[in-house]
C-alpha cells in the first residue's frame, strides 16, 4: 500500500474511487476537470492505492489561528476506506497524514467530528489517540 497525495496526475483515479463508493461498483468514472480547491494550500487529500487503485482517502484541511497562544488547527474533514480493504491498517496509515500535517505546519492540533451513530470510526479516532467528552461528536488531539 502506497499513500499519495491528490494532484491533478492522479485525479482521475481519485474520482473513480468515488465513483466506487457512490455507486457500489467500480468502474471508470466520468471524466471531470480537476477543481481549484486542490491548489488550495490548505487543502491536503491523500489516497491509498492498492492493487493498483485508490481504496481508501482522506481529507484534511489546516485552519489557522490568529492568537498569541496558539497556531491553527488541521481539521480531518472525511475519511473513507473501501469495506474489502477495512481492517488493514489503511484508515490509521490515512490518519498518520493528519500527525504529519500537524508536525510540517507546527498547528496546535487536529480536530475532528464524529458521528455516534457510527462506532467503528469513534473507535478508530480513539486508537490514533482522540478523546471526546461523553458523547460529544467533537473530537480532538
Not at 483515479?13 to 455507486?23: H, P, Q
Not at 472525511?78 to 498518520?96: D, F, H, P, Q, S
Request: proline share 3%; glycine share 6%.
Amino acid at each position: 500500500m502506497t499513500i499519495e497525495r491528490i494532484t491533478n496526475e492522479n485525479y482521475q483515479d481519485f474520482c473513480d474511487m468515488l465513483y466506487w463508493r457512490a455507486k457500489g461498483m467500480e468502474a471508470k468514472a466520468p471524466i471531470e476537470d480537476v477543481p481549484d480547491e486542490l491548489n488550495d494550500r490548505n487543502l491536503y487529500v491523500y489516497a491509498a492505492r492498492e492493487e493498483g487503485r485508490f481504496v481508501g482517502w482522506i481529507s484534511l484541511t489546516y485552519l489557522p489561528k490568529v492568537s498569541r497562544v496558539k497556531k491553527g488547527y488541521v481539521y480531518v474533514d472525511e475519511l473513507w476506506v473501501a469495506e474489502k480493504y477495512r481492517n488493514r491498517g489503511i484508515a490509521k496509515a490515512l490518519m498518520a497524514k493528519a500527525d504529519e500535517m500537524k508536525t510540517k505546519l507546527d498547528a496546535t492540533g487536529i480536530r475532528l467530528y464524529v458521528n455516534e451513530n457510527n462506532p467503528i470510526a469513534h473507535n478508530l479516532y480513539t486508537a490514533c489517540g482522540f478523546s471526546g467528552e461523553d458523547k460529544a461528536y467533537f473530537m480532538e488531539k
